[in-house]
């Protein structure tokens, strides 16, 4: 069993398009995580919820927005796409915050 | 935005050689250190939290320290094998937000 799931794998799409990325974890930890990594290949953290409790907001555009349906969950909603959100998205979970994080497989987004 | 930085930005060593890279984080609000594995292809893997000044965490032939006071951590690996092929990442917890450095890509000859 996947421990932190992501779906899609890839996701290509056009400028201006909304689109959503899933993220689930199956053990049962308390916080989960959203990272772009960039260009040259550095993670920089996005969101992270705690209890479905927004508990970090890096300084992202607020065409992102995450939604928590419930614990195991964080989805990655993205408004009118840029041809510079082309990148991978990680989703992590932790037991608790500060503990180590499991990383989801990634999602590589291109937009055209 | 933190600089954790990260150093060398690569390694190329021989099969059985031991190696250790650097990772410098600000000293002020510091909370934890993470080191994380990342072989191409894959996700991140957890390798070791430290906390404390003067932490020592050990995982078979890899091995951690950190110092708090003067904000670095080393991670060293014995015996170097071709399966410890891949990036190593660091992350400080600050405060309650986590920056990431760029990693150390290691190649282990066979």
Not at chain 1, 87 to 102: L, R
Not at chain 2, 49 to 58: H, P, Q, S
Not at chain 2, 66 to 89: F, H, R, V
């Amino acid at each position: 069993d996947t421990a932190v799931s992501q779906t899609p794998k890839y996701l290509v799409t056009q400028m201006g398009n909304d689109k959503s990325i899933k993220c689930e974890q199956n053990l049962g930890h308390d916080t989960m995580y959203w990272y772009k990594q960039d260009s040259k290949k550095f993670l920089k953290i996005m969101f992270s919820y705690n209890n479905k409790e927004l508990i970090i907001n890096e300084t992202v555009p607020n065409r992102f927005s995450p939604k928590s349906p419930d614990k195991a969950h964080l989805n990655l909603h993205i408004n009118s796409l840029e041809l510079g959100d082309s990148a991978v998205y990680f989703c992590a979970s932790s037991p608790i915050a500060g503990n180590e994080q499991y990383f989801g497989p990634g999602t590589r987004l291109t937009v055209t | 935005i933190l600089n954790v930085e990260q150093s060398p930005q690569s390694l190329h060593v021989q099969e059985g050689d031991s190696t250790n890279f650097t990772c410098s984080f600000p000293s002020s609000n510091f909370y934890a250190l993470h080191w994380y594995r990342w072989e191409t292809a894959k996700s991140p893997e957890a390798l070791f939290v430290m906390t404390l000044n003067g932490d020592e965490k050990k995982k078979g032939r890899i091995s951690a320290t950190l110092n708090t006071k003067e904000g670095y951590s080393y991670l060293y690996i014995k015996g170097s094998q071709p399966e410890d092929s891949a990036t190593y990442l660091c992350a400080s917890l600050t405060g309650n937000q986590f920056y990431f450095g760029t990693g150390t890509s290691l190649t282990v000859i066979p």
